[in-house]
């Protein structure tokens, strides 16, 4: 997602620069770009191939890339954060950023279950800080969660607001909640089609198509679960059931999604989930 939103930011001419860990995953950040600038631009400028390309270029030349996190984030405005849905990680890394990027400049987490204040208090900026939670994929998806926790100052909030808007995306204000809007919604659905299954009611296949044509869905439940990760679902579901935020008969434990992500079949990322690819 990570790459998604390095894209969108340039898009609109935006300096942004993608840090990774190395130089494999930047690698793959950009190919994750690359295909997906050239089809917003075949869409943006049908068959004018010298605007698309030039599109292409003058969005790539606003990033740059890099693994040194410090140079990165000393002149930074905005920093907004996609790595791996682990707390201490998370704190980790903007217990460092708090000590050297600008003041001023807006911390935002790209969580989609953690809450939000327990990483910023990492931080001496908790009114700087909050949620910014993007969908997939992050250059067709219009929507993003701008997430206020208690100590979110107004400015920030509204600073968050209108940068979505720059980006072309529609915003809406959330309180900082397990799942939010979109996923408190989405994980129980997604978890309950499951066991639908298990139940015997009706295959995958069919789920899929029934909430498709029946509920105009642009995904069914295990297609959409083999795109968001079969991993990412059960890690939100089992953090909400440890930590006791949700009611846990919307998520219980569920054999098939536990032995498909101990099999390493993690969805369309792994090639296989529920289905194959
Ligand atoms: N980059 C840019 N554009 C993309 C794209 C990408 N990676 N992937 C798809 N698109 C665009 C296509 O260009 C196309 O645009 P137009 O219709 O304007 O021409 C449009 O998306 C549809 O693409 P396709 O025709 O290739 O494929 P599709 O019709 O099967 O749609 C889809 C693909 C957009 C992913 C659609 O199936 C969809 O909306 N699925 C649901 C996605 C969803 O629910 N995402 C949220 C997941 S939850 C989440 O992200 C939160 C979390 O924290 C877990």
Same mark, same amino acid.
């Given at each position: 997602?990570?790459?998604?939103?390095?894209?969108?930011?340039?898009?609109?001419?935006?300096?942004?620069?993608?840090?990774?860990?190395?130089?494999?995953?930047?690698?793959?950040?950009?190919?994750?770009?690359?295909?997906?600038?050239?089809?917003?631009?075949?869409?943006?400028?049908?068959?004018?191939?010298?605007?698309?390309?030039?599109?292409?270029?003058?969005?790539?030349?606003?990033?740059?890339?890099?693994?040194?996190?410090?140079?990165?984030?000393?002149?930074?405005?905005?920093?907004?954060?996609?790595?791996?849905?682990?707390?201490?990680?998370?704190?980790?890394?903007?217990?460092?950023?708090?000590?050297?990027?600008?003041?001023?400049?807006?911390?935002?987490?790209?969580?989609?279950?953690?809450?939000?204040?327990?990483?910023?208090?990492?931080?001496?900026?908790?009114?700087?800080?909050?949620?910014?939670?993007?969908?997939?994929?992050?250059?067709?998806?219009?929507?993003?969660?701008?997430?206020?926790?208690?100590?979110?100052?107004?400015?920030?909030?509204?600073?968050?607001?209108?940068?979505?808007?720059?980006?072309?995306?529609?915003?809406?204000?959330?309180?900082?909640?397990?799942?939010?809007?979109?996923?408190?919604?989405?994980?129980?659905?997604?978890?309950?089609?499951?066991?639908?299954?298990?139940?015997?009611?009706? @295959?995958?296949? +069919?789920?899929?198509? %029934?909430?498709? /044509? &029946?509920?105009?869905?642009?995904? !069914?439940? =295990?297609?959409?679960?083999?795109?968001?990760?079969?991993?990412?679902?059960?890690?939100?579901?089992?953090?909400?059931?440890?930590?006791?935020?949700?009611?846990?008969?919307?998520?219980?434990?569920?054999? @098939?999604?536990? +032995?498909?992500?101990? %099999?390493?079949? /993690? &969805?369309?990322?792994?090639?296989? !989930?529920? =289905?194959?690819?």
């Amino acid at each position: 997602m990570g790459a998604g939103i390095v894209q969108v930011a340039a898009q609109k001419g935006y300096a942004v620069t993608m840090v990774d860990l190395d130089e494999s995953s930047l690698e793959r950040g950009k190919g994750i770009i690359n295909s997906s600038l050239k089809r917003v631009a075949k869409k943006q400028f049908k068959d004018d191939e010298q605007k698309q390309s030039e599109f292409i270029k003058s969005t790539l030349s606003s990033i740059k890339t890099s693994t040194d996190l410090s140079k990165s984030a000393e002149s930074a405005d905005l920093i907004v954060e996609a790595i791996v849905e682990n707390l201490q990680k998370k704190q980790k890394l903007f217990s460092s950023l708090d000590k050297i990027a600008p003041k001023d400049s807006i911390f935002a987490s790209n969580t989609s279950s953690l809450p939000i204040i327990e990483i910023a208090k990492a931080t001496d900026r908790t009114d700087k800080f909050a949620g910014l939670h993007f969908f997939n994929p992050v250059p067709q998806m219009k929507l993003v969660e701008v997430v206020k926790t208690e100590s979110t100052s107004d400015e920030t909030h509204h600073a968050l607001m209108e940068f979505s808007k720059k980006l072309d995306k529609t915003p809406v204000t959330c309180k900082d909640t397990p799942g939010f809007i979109v996923n408190r919604l989405l994980v129980p659905y997604l978890l309950e089609a499951i066991r639908l299954v298990e139940r015997g009611v009706a @295959t995958p296949g +069919d789920v899929d198509t %029934a909430m498709k /044509l &029946g509920a105009g869905m642009p995904m !069914g439940p =295990f297609e959409l679960s083999d795109f968001v990760g079969l991993d990412t679902l059960k890690s939100i579901a089992d953090g909400w059931r440890e930590g006791g935020q949700v009611d846990s008969n919307l998520v219980v434990k569920i054999k @098939t999604l536990d +032995d498909l992500v101990r %099999a390493g079949n /993690l &969805g369309r990322k792994t090639g296989k !989930g529920f =289905f194959s690819y």
